[in-house]
């Protein structure tokens, strides 16, 4: 091998040497020069000898670099994070932005389940229930909650408070959750018009939202079925296909062995999975009961 290409070698072997290279200097990183990490503690407590990067010449502390990229890592985590879930007031404000309200004045009155007065003793069972199921929601343990009974006791106003307690709780824990309330009857209205006015929001939008939420209140189900009952249950399966591990809460006047007469069988079965009830069997009409109060 002639000598010059050893010597370019060496050189080139070097050069690697250095690029690698770090050395210790004479220079010592203390808990009391060193910086402050994100709770405004230094980053260390012991001494540290620093090193010199050979290339850049740049003189630092190990263990603060150390610190740096691992804050830098877990920050870009954060971002993919929101990236592909948002931010949390995005997902804070999914609730207010989306949801198709029945009665406007749930999403303006209601602040939570704290409003929701109880006028009977199934109704202060049914309360509890509801929080249960807030913690279980907010826990991340997969529910599908059956909130049944006659019109009038309250079923709407306690499923729209689990809903706002999900909203805010899941806030307040620092890792908020997308919520969404749909009035039944109006999204399967607005959907079966958008049929023959494709500027209306129609079913893939629906469904998209639904999917998007990691709780979803579908209110009043059955109250849309003088239409048309096989198109509502295909609808209604489809609105569930997309909620593994996720948390759903329907209400109806209609008690679980008559949504399984109402509704086809796919339906119901996932309906079935995880399914926490809460029924009014004996309280009748719960605004009747507050006007009274
Ligand atoms: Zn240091």
């Known amino acids: 091998m002639a000598m010059e290409t050893i010597g370019r070698l ?25 910086p402050t990490d994100a709770n405004g503690k230094p980053v260390h407590k012991n001494d540290f000898q620093k090193l010199q990067n050979l290339v850049t010449e740049e ?39 989306y949801s198709i309200i029945g009665e406007r004045e749930l999403i303006t009155k209601n602040k939570g389940l704290k409003d929701y007065v109880p006028t ?21 343990t997969p529910i599908n909650v059956l909130l049944t009974g006659n019109t009038g006791c309250g079923k709407s106003h306690l499923s729209f408070g689990i809903a706002n307690n999900v909203n805010e709780m899941s806030r307040r824990d620092g890792h908020a959750m997308t919520v969404v309330y749909f009035n039944y009857k109006k999204i ?54 997309s909620r593994e591990e996720k948390h759903t ?31 009014f069997a004996e309280t009748g009409d719960y605004r009747a009961g507050q006007i009274v109060m």
């Not at 190990?62 to 929101?82: I, L, N």
């Not at 329907?250 to 796919?266: C, E, G, V, W």
């Open 10 to 34: 060496k050189r080139d072997a070097q050069q690697i040497m250095v690029d690698h290279s770090f050395i210790f200097v004479n220079e010592y990183c203390t808990s009391k020069t060193c």
């Open 249 to 279: 809460i329907i209400t109806s006047n209609y008690n679980f062995d008559s949504l399984k007469q109402l509704y086809d069988a796919r339906f119901t079965s996932r309906l079935s999975r995880y399914q926490f009830p809460i029924t």
């Open 120 to 140: 009977t003793a199934e109704a202060k069972t049914n309360k509890d229930l509801a929080t249960q199921a807030v913690l279980k929601i907010v826990g991340g």
């Open 188 to 241: 399967y209205n607005m959907i079966t018009a958008s049929f023959n006015d494709k500027s209306l929001k129609g079913r893939d939008y629906f469904l998209k939202i639904a999917e998007n939420a990691q709780c979803l209140v579908l209110d009043d189900v059955g109250s849309e079925l003088i239409k048309d009952s096989a198109f509502s249950s295909e609808l209604l399966t489809e609105f569930l296909d």
């Open 59 to 97: 003189i630092f502390c190990p263990k603060c670099r150390r610190e740096a990229v691992e804050r830098c890592f877990r920050e870009s985590e954060t971002q993919r994070h929101e990236m592909i879930f948002g931010t949390e007031a995005q997902k804070y404000d999914y609730l207010k932005r």
